[in-house]
């Protein structure tokens, strides 16, 4: 069934919506259910192309965890996840960089182009140190070469980005020696967002956000301080997989962002819904 016509009215007040983001930066994290499933990943380039046209400035944030562990199966290795983290030695070190850097990131950019863009892969944007993952006892325990950033290139970043450039960047930061070291893509999202003081930072996930029960998607919570988050964490209501996507809008909030979005990127087109609508599915989390 074709979809219903688009009234002037409606196109005039969604363009005069985007134009109120005009010239504030806007780092979108791009992983999970988005990048796994065709038409999810095919809408939210669109979505990701729809934006860089209509002049926002947008830099994509993109994740790889699906794709690393089946080419880590392939090399007859075993994902091994720390706190939460993929313990990088350096076999798997080798697959990260190469999944990341020679295939997803090259592979988005040319999608990007070819929907009309001008996409600019930037693999050496962070910088970062190792970092280790508390232990039962307080003892830290080595991740390898898993990494935090400490610096990101954002005069680089800036100058695209006014050049009508929409970078693409992989979670990847070389250290004080110039070696990889593999990042969480929602920590290396928020690093992004503040460094280049963006508007908002969105990260596209595979749930509809922060639920009360998560059996229910009806339960969704449209908007949360960090405050009520970190009550909710305590409480056990956020739990699992979404603590890290809450704690990286929190990194997002202290690095300077106001608002940081948890959207489902199984949803097509619900990155547009942010910046076309009044309302949106997913949850806003403020400082």
Not at 55 to 82: F, W
Not at 216 to 239: F, N, Q, T, Y
Request: charged share 25%; glycine share 10%; hydrophobic share 45%.
């Amino acid at each position: 069934m074709p979809s219903a016509p688009l009234s002037s009215e409606a196109f005039a007040a969604a363009v005069l919506r985007v134009a109120r983001f005009r010239g504030r930066p806007v780092a979108v994290k791009l992983g999970g259910s988005a990048m796994e499933d065709p038409a999810a990943t095919d809408a939210a380039l669109r979505s990701v192309a729809a934006l860089h046209f209509l002049g926002l400035s947008v830099v994509v944030v993109h994740g790889g965890g699906k794709p690393i562990d089946r080419a880590m199966a392939e090399a007859g290795l075993t994902p091994k996840k720390v706190g939460g983290r993929r313990y990088t030695d350096d076999a798997t070190l080798e697959i990260v960089v190469r999944v990341l850097k020679d295939e997803i990131n090259p592979d988005l950019v040319g999608r990007l182009k070819e929907l009309g863009g001008h996409p600019v892969a930037r693999s050496s944007t962070l910088v970062g140190e190792r970092m280790t993952a508390p232990g039962p006892d307080g003892r830290p325990i080595d991740l390898g070469r898993v990494g935090r950033v400490t610096d990101v290139d954002h005069v680089t970043l800036d100058d695209e980005l006014n050049e009508g450039f929409l970078p693409v960047i992989p979670p990847l930061a070389l250290d004080a020696d110039g070696g990889w070291l593999n990042l969480n893509a929602d920590d290396a999202a928020a690093a992004v967002a503040g460094a280049l003081g963006a508007q908002y930072a969105i990260f596209l996930t595979d749930t509809p956000g922060v639920l009360r029960d998560r059996r229910d998607p009806a339960s969704l919570i449209p908007k949360l301080s960090a405050a009520e988050c970190r009550a909710l964490i305590a409480s056990g209501v956020i739990d699992g997989g979404m603590i890290p996507k809450v704690e990286a809008c929190f990194a997002a909030h202290d690095a300077g962002v106001p608002s940081a979005l948890i959207l489902d990127g199984r949803v097509p087109y619900s990155l547009l819904d942010v910046f076309l609508r009044d309302t949106f599915t997913g949850t806003e989390i403020t400082r």
